[in-house]
């Protein structure tokens, strides 16, 4: 069965802090994952995708297909990544997308 | 350049009522998705449509039905609601292929009475 877990529903750093929120997978396939962010009053949107390896707003993520999973971490947490955070796959045919229950991600001053 | 833009906003129905959603894109996409957000839940897809006059139910389809008769424009039904159906709804487009992200509109919360 196709699933993607995100055992955390929230998550509360300080600011400075690391900060590392976690995703699980089960795809029997090739996976394509997704990192998609929510702001306060903002539209769900992209945040990375794991095929660019890019780092956006100091965030990364490693797909590490051993483990089955695609955690989303970055070194030094900010306020304004406060969101709420969800983990997404695309299954093979690219027409369907999976997503988490979501993170709530709280950076306290 | 509007994106994805979602229709109400807001709206309150009484049990057994009937209303439209409608997700407008203006992307030329392909794809286009409804889900629907609970607390706890995430995001679960209601039905979502792969081209022109194509739709597909998909996690939670039960109590929906939708329309896809132009590319730009996917409709989502509720014929009688239901309090369970208090949600918030997301529309969402997509390129057709691999490795293409979801645009997401506003969303539409509704609340059954």
């Known amino acids: 069965a196709q699933r993607v877990t995100q055992p955390e529903k929230l998550l509360s750093v300080f600011k400075g802090a690391p900060v590392e929120l976690k995703c699980n997978y089960s795809?029997?396939?090739?996976?394509?994952l997704f990192w998609y962010v929510q702001y306060s009053r903002q539209r769900l949107q992209l945040l990375l995708r794991?095929?660019s390896r890019e780092s956006i707003k100091g965030f990364t993520a490693d797909l590490n297909k051993g483990e089955t999973s695609f955690h989303l971490k970055k070194p030094f947490a900010q306020e304004e990544d406060s969101a709420m955070y969800y983990c997404?796959?695309?299954?093979?045919?690219?027409?369907?997308?999976?997503f988490g229950a979501g993170t709530r991600l709280f950076v306290k001053a | 350049n509007a994106g994805v833009t979602q229709t109400p906003k807001f709206r309150v129905l009484k049990t057994g009522q009937s209303m439209t959603l409608l997700c407008a894109q203006d992307m030329n996409h392909e794809y286009m998705y409804w889900y629907r957000q609970d607390p706890g839940m995430g995001l679960r897809l209601i039905h979502y449509?792969?081209?022109?006059?194509?739709?597909a139910k998909g996690e939670v389809p039960d109590g929906y039905n939708v329309s896809r008769l132009k590319k730009q424009n996917f409709l989502l039904g509720l014929e009688s609601a239901a309090p369970s159906q208090t949600s918030v709804y997301f529309c969402?487009?997509?390129?057709?292929?691999?490795?293409?992200?979801?645009?997401f509109g506003d969303g539409t919360r509704l609340s059954i009475l």
């Open positions: 969402a487009s997509s390129r057709q292929g691999g490795n293409q992200p979801q645009h």
């Open positions: 449509s792969v081209g022109e006059g194509t739709t």
């Open positions: 794991h095929i």
């Open positions: 997404a796959l695309l299954n093979t045919g690219g027409f369907k997308t999976i």
């Open positions: 795809y029997s396939g090739s996976p394509e």
